[in-house]
């Protein structure tokens, strides 16, 4: 074991008690790196206790149920962190309380804020970091962790479209053989969606602005998803169903958390790299799909603003090389 597998092995070796967190608003990757993380754990280790904590999300209630922890044991325990670069997503409060902190992550790297950091800005997903680190430890794994972790890489990816190359194939590939996945049954429990899904994402479709530089934008209520019979998590989730539209470049999903008095926009990009711009207005993510959080609705206008914008130069530069 090189030198960052055996620090985290040996971190998870020492305590009893083991909290895995990862972002607010968590995406199929979150659940799947939380959850085969634990499993494997909990697997290799069967005295310990090990809490997944985080909001639920109805949407995702494939990867199993999160634990309701209330009091954390801040002063004996080990606090593992995934799929989450900066401090202010981390899903839980007094995260830095912990005894120690280890960071497993595939986003570019925001904040430090662990003594153990594990970032591999080049994985498809925090599920394949997750993946590597059990092959390159003592942990163990069976056929319910490699389906997490299998569920987590192709939804990062969208179904091996996004950030992909020869090796993320070869390791799901071993992954399939080895654990004997069903990959049409794992698809079709994962991808089969409610009809209140599908009539909330036929709203979101005739209700999207399209501006004439490839920009598009929707603001979604609470009550309109409500009414769907969604929840905000799931509903701001659909953006990556959006992805294939001929006229469309960026595209965002503004929704309002009333609870936490906050707009969560989530952007895609096609084309031009939109971390930079969301970076600039406190958000992040990756180069082409990035996410911004606010309390001021001036915020979001200037995001929408700039995020034109960028579509306008983007549409003009490849225009100006006879491509589009
Ligand atoms: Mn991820």
Known sequence: MNNIYKAIYNEIKKYKKIYIAR?????????????????????????????????????????GRVDKVNDFDYENSLLIVVDTPDKKR??????????????IDHHPKVDKFSEIEYIKDTASSASECVLDIIENTKLKMNELIASDIFIGIVSDTNRFLYGVNYKTFELVSSLVKKYKLNVEELYRKFYLKPLSETRLMG?????????????????????????????????????????????????TFV??????????????????????IAAKFNGGGHKFASGVRTSDKNVVDNLLKELSNCCKEYKEESEKHGSN
Not at 34 to 63: D, R
Not at 245 to 250: D, R, S
Request: with cysteine; glycine share 4%.
């Open 255 to 276: 929704s309002r958390d009333e609870k936490n008095n906050q707009y969560r926009v989530n952007i895609r990009s096609r084309g031009p790299v939109i971390n930079e």
């Open 90 to 103: 981390v899903d839980i409060e007094n995260f830095e309380s912990f005894k120690n902190v280890i960071k």
């Open 203 to 251: 709203y979101i479709a005739s209700t999207l602005k399209v501006d004439k530089y490839g920009f598009a934008y929707i603001e979604i209520d609470e009550d309109i998803i409500n009414s769907f019979g969604a929840d905000i998590s799931s509903a701001s989730n659909m953006i990556n169903d959006f992805n294939n539209i001929n006229e469309v470049i960026v595209w």
């Open 23 to 63: 972002h607010i608003g968590p995406d199929p990757d979150a659940f799947g790196s939380q959850m085969s993380l634990k499993e494997s754990i909990k697997l290799t280790f069967p005295e310990k206790e090990v809490y997944a904590i985080g909001c639920t999300v109805s949407k995702f209630k494939y990867f």
